[in-house]
């Protein structure tokens, strides 16, 4: 079975500085997908990343980045130049090949101004 | 931007009771699914729908639990006689099946067993 692994429960970054989450995973499947989820207060979930284990390039998305591992099977999210909107739980998440959806326990991230 | 939607927000209810919750995915998608988040854990998968059949769950979702798509348009969880324990956020997510393999989810029901 697949599992999904983070290990900081909790991190806090400056304003304008940039923070790693960090996020493994096991699984026996050669193809597979790979998410990042943001949970603000208001509890919705709002797909930050995504990166096809297929491809060797990171995935981008303005001051979201991540480095993907697939050796290692890990799948760290960068946030560059945070901002106080970016203070939320954030899910890493593996997506199998029954489309299911397996989420890590989660890091919730402050901010600090 | 399409999204999905699901009412109610918030539901009350009393231990014992059945409640429905109710998901409009995205119009052209073709699998559905529902998680739920107990407060302070992780998001966990219950189920996944598809060609109007049940296709995976997870051992949460016992016979206590039913979906359908009763409409075409509607995908809505039931749950026959809740417990204290089914509190939680429901969240509703639907694919389309293609290159970006994107689940969309929904703002989430919160549902409060008293």
């Known amino acids: 079975a697949q599992t999904v692994t983070q290990s900081q429960p909790e991190m806090s970054v400056q304003e304008a500085e940039t923070v790693t989450l960090s996020c493994t995973y096991d699984t026996s499947e050669s193809d597979y997908y790979l998410f990042w989820y943001k949970q603000p207060p208001s509890r919705q979930m709002i797909l930050v990343i995504r990166q096809e284990a297929y491809k060797q390039q990171n995935a981008t998305e303005n001051r979201f980045s991540v480095n993907f591992q697939k050796a290692a099977k890990s799948f760290s999210l960068k946030i560059s130049d945070s901002q106080l909107g970016d203070a939320a739980m954030y899910f890493c998440a593996y997506r199998s090949a029954d489309d299911k959806i397996i989420f890590g326990k989660g890091t919730r991230l402050h901010i600090l101004p | 931007e399409p999204e999905v939607t699901q009412t109610p927000s918030h539901q009350v209810t009393q231990m014992g009771q059945e409640v429905i919750l109710r998901c409009v995915p995205i119009?052209?998608?073709?699998?559905f699914y529902w998680y739920r988040q107990i407060l302070g854990q992780k998001v966990e998968f219950l189920v996944s729908?598809?060609?109007?059949?049940?296709?995976?769950k997870s051992e949460i979702f016992d016979d206590q639990f039913s979906v359908e798509r009763p409409d075409g348009s509607n995908f809505t969880l039931k749950i026959r006689s809740t417990k204290l324990e089914d509190s939680a956020m429901y969240f509703c997510?639907?694919?389309?099946?293609?290159?970006?393999?994107?689940?969309?989810f929904g703002p989430g029901t919160r549902l409060t067993v008293t």
């Open positions: 729908f598809y060609n109007n059949e049940i296709s995976e």
């Open positions: 997510a639907s694919l389309k099946t293609g290159p970006s393999y994107e689940q969309y």
């Open positions: 119009s052209n998608h073709l699998y």
